[in-house]
Structures are given as structure tokens and as C-alpha cells.
């Protein structure tokens, strides 16, 4: 968070300056990866620590009314939960502006983890959509591309990291909640190869970021992206590389997006052939893959119901389209169209004829949307589409509840809902959820 506004005072309280520190009684967890204390009734939001301690901790924020920010300096009564920080680069003993992030629940045993994200996810969809659940959040399946140290103590997952570059050329991850950058010796939430091939020590000057990538198959990939003449990222050349899942294998670009856990992508995969209801189902249908990337959910579709499967993927970028119609071509149904999903829907909606509006009712929709979520705009279309079933892949618990309840406005209630603890040492929980009317 830093303290750049260290000399502000906060209104209506003459003792108390940001920078101060205060003794706070840690009480719950928020989303975002930080919990909840009060002082004098206010909220107090704080980093690094977990329900049930009490902690020092250094004020940082004042610029909204109804709560402060404040960052842990010592824990004066520790949880059972806490643990010495898988990072030591990330870890209390470190002054917080010089924290990196990424991490920020390194501090705390991995099975609470999970309870605490489960809280989050369980209190956003109370609070939003109105609706109890007794979700878990499980671990990712054990199997042969798991490290050994994944299993243990949630470290050498990662099968991406970018780095960002200072303005020395030195690169590392950056500070918790800021943008200057750390550098650090090691990267223990990657895979073992990929925190071997990091170019920790190396100088990139000029550069925008260099990224680290662990592909199922082949050498680990280093892609530095230079910055253009506003000082903006610059693509990096085409690389391609090659991603297994179960018997399938996907091309992408090096630089596209794939899941980021090693077995995520797998999980994924299983986790929605598993929860769409298959008597439900019609393989003739107008049958939709939203945000469908280079294809991999699309191909889960495919594979659980035949080469026959109608389905078109929609991915606004065009690389990735490109190599989804590769993946994807085991499918004679399977098409893919290069657009903004908002607006592929709207032209469904405008342009269907009543025999297209027949088959959309009768769909199957899989959408897998970026953090924000899909949002009014997308879920409206879609609940003018009137699909049969929706398979919604979250990885932002609120975004989910949000749009959960804006389907309940659209006649959809969920059926199903399992969650995946894809980015362990983190906040970060990936959820899958199943509505229909």
C-alpha cells in the first residue's frame, strides 16, 4: 500500500496520523486477501495476519470514511493457524513496503486457507445472491504433473510468472499492493524447473516485463517484452508451445493464457464435463464456449459427448481463436468466432431467427469470464437467449455472487456449485457453478 500520504491526518481525529500504529483484534477475512479489525468502531482493514490475532499494525489509508487500511508490523497474539512464511521475501519480518506480493497467505496453514476462502465465497453469495451453501473448497487433485512440494505445503505450482522490470533493469515481483518492484533470490509457488530458469540476477533495461513459462511439454520459455516509444508493454514474438490434458494436447502461444496451476487446467476440464447435467443436454443445440480462449473447455464438451457436439467457442482475441480452431478440429460441430463476447451475444439476440431461437433455448453455455466477471450487459443476453443450462467458471468469488444474482433475475437458480484451491498461498479461489430455470 505504501505510505506516500504519510503526513495526512484523518478527519475528525486530531491524535491519529497515517503512519501511526495501532494494537487491533483481528476478527474476520475480506475479500482480496486482507481481514478485518476495528478501531474505535471503525473498520480497519488489514494485511498480513488472520482471524483471532492481535497485531500492530501501521496505518496506511485514510481516504475513505467508513474504513482505514493498516498493514501488520508484529503480531503480539498469534493464531494457531500462523506459520513461518513459505517466502521469506513475503514474510512479516521484512518492513511492509518491501513485502512482495503474491503470497499473501503464505503466512497461514494451508487447510485454514481454504477455510477462510470458503468464508469469502459462502458470505458473497449470502450477501449478493441471498443463498446459504455448504461449498468446500478442495484441494487440486494429486497427479503426475503435481510437484512434490505442491501436495505439502502449496509451493511449486506455477507454471507462469511474470517479473516486472525496474528502472535499473532489475526485475522481481512487485511489493504487495504497489507497483515498484522487489527483488528477490527465489520463487518457491513455482515449478521447480521454471524457479530454476528465472532470470533473477539478469538486468533488462528498457524492458516492459519478462515472463517465465513452464509448458506440459518442452524447455521453459523466457519472453521479454519490450516497451514501446509511450512506454507501453510490446507484444512478444509468436512461440508456440504445446499443453497436455489427460490423452489431448492444445497449441498456444507461450504468451497466451492457459491456467496458471499445473493441474488446473485438467481440473477445469473434468470439473465441467462432470457438472453439466447430461439429461439435459442436446448435442444439436446452439451450444456456447464463452471466453473460450485456445479451447479447452469447448474440447471438454466435445469429449464428453461425442464428435457430433455442436458448439461455437468466443474468444475476442484472435491468436487464440486461431489456435482454438486447431485444438478444436476433432469436432466437426465445433466452430470458433473472434469477437467480444458482449457483442456476439447482442447480435444473437438481434439478428436469430425463431428456428435459432429454438436451439439457443435448448443450449448448453459454458463461460469462463476474467476476473471482473461477465457482468449485466452479458448476463442480460444471455438470459434473453434463454439457454438451458449455464456451467459459469468463476475465479472471483463476488464477481460470481453478482452474477448469480443477476441470472435469479432471469428465472436461473443454482444447481451446483464445487470450488478449487487452483492458487495456493494466495487469496484466490476458483469456483464452478451450475444454474438452470
Not at 254 to 279: K, P, S
Amino acid at each position: 500500500m505504501g505510505t506516500s500520504n504519510d503526513n495526512q491526518s484523518i478527519p475528525g481525529e486530531q491524535s491519529v496520523e497515517v503512519g501511526s500504529e495501532l494494537e487491533l483484534d483481528v476478527t474476520n477475512v475480506a475479500h482480496g486477501g486482507i481481514f478485518v479489525a476495528r478501531h474505535e468502531g471503525r473498520v480497519v482493514f488489514v494485511s498480513d495476519t488472520l482471524p483471532g490475532e492481535r497485531v500492530r499494525a501501521r496505518l496506511t489509508s485514510a481516504s475513505h470514511k467508513s474504513f482505514w487500511r493498516a498493514e501488520t508490523v508484529e503480531v503480539l497474539d498469534a493464531a494457531p493457524e500462523r506459520q513461518p512464511h513459505i517466502w521469506a521475501s513475503a514474510a512479516l519480518e521484512r518492513d511492509p513496503d518491501d513485502r512482495a506480493g503474491g503470497a499473501e497467505f503464505g503466512h497461514i496453514e494451508l487447510g485454514h486457507q481454504r477455510e477462510l476462502k470458503r468464508q469469502v465465497l459462502a458470505d458473497a453469495l449470502k450477501r449478493m445472491a441471498g443463498i446459504e451453501t455448504d461449498v468446500t473448497v478442495e484441494p487440486v487433485p494429486v497427479g503426475p504433473n503435481a510437484s512434490p512440494g505442491d501436495a505439502a505445503d502449496g509451493t511449486g505450482w506455477r507454471t507462469r510468472v511474470r517479473l516486472h522490470v525496474a528502472e535499473d533493469g532489475s526485475v522481481g515481483p512487485y511489493a504487495a499492493r504497489s507497483h515498484r518492484v522487489i527483488p528477490v533470490g527465489d520463487l518457491p509457488l513455482a515449478d521447480r524447473l521454471l524457479e530454476a530458469a528465472a532470470p533473477l540476477d539478469q538486468l533488462f533495461r528498457g524492458a516492459a516485463s519478462v515472463d517465465v513459462v513452464a509448458p506440459s511439454l518442452g524447455t521453459v520459455q523466457v519472453l521479454v517484452a519490450e516497451q514501446d516509444a509511450q512506454g507501453r508493454r510490446k507484444p512478444t514474438p509468436r512461440n508456440l508451445i504445446r499443453e497436455v490434458v489427460g490423452d489431448r494436447e492444445f497449441r498456444l502461444d507461450a504468451a497466451g493464457f492457459w491456467q496458471v496451476h499445473a493441474r488446473a487446467a485438467e481440473t477445469l476440464y473434468r470439473t465441467v464435463q462432470d457438472t453439466i447435467d447430461a439429461a439435459s443436454f442436446d448435442p444439436k443445440a446452439a451450444n456456447l464456449d464463452l471466453y473460450g480462449g485456445v479451447g479447452l473447455l469447448a474440447a471438454a464438451v466435445g469429449d464428453r459427448f461425442g464428435s457430433s457436439v455442436r458448439i461455437t467457442s468466443v474468444e475476442s482475441d484472435a491468436q487464440a481463436t486461431d489456435f482454438a480452431a486447431e485444438n478444436l478440429a476433432d469436432w466437426v460441430g465445433a466452430s470458433v468466432q473472434t469477437a467480444r463476447v458482449d457483442r456476439f451475444l447482442a447480435g444473437l439476440v438481434r439478428d436469430s431467427s425463431a428456428a435459432d431461437r429454438v436451439r439457443q433455448q435448448a443450449a448448453t453455455v459454458v463461460l469462463d469470464p476474467p476476473r471482473a466477471g461477465a457482468g449485466k450487459e452479458v448476463i442480460d443476453q444471455l438470459g434473453a437467449l434463454s439457454p438451458r443450462q449455464i456451467v459459469y467458471v468463476a475465479c472471483d468469488p463476488v464477481a460470481l455472487a453478482r452474477d448469480i444474482a443477476l441470472l435469479a433475475g432471469h428465472g436461473y437458480e443454482l444447481r451446483g456449485l464445487r470450488a478449487f484451491d487452483l492458487f495456493p498461498n494466495t487469496h484466490h479461489v476458483e469456483a464452478v457453478a451450475l444454474l438452470t430455470k
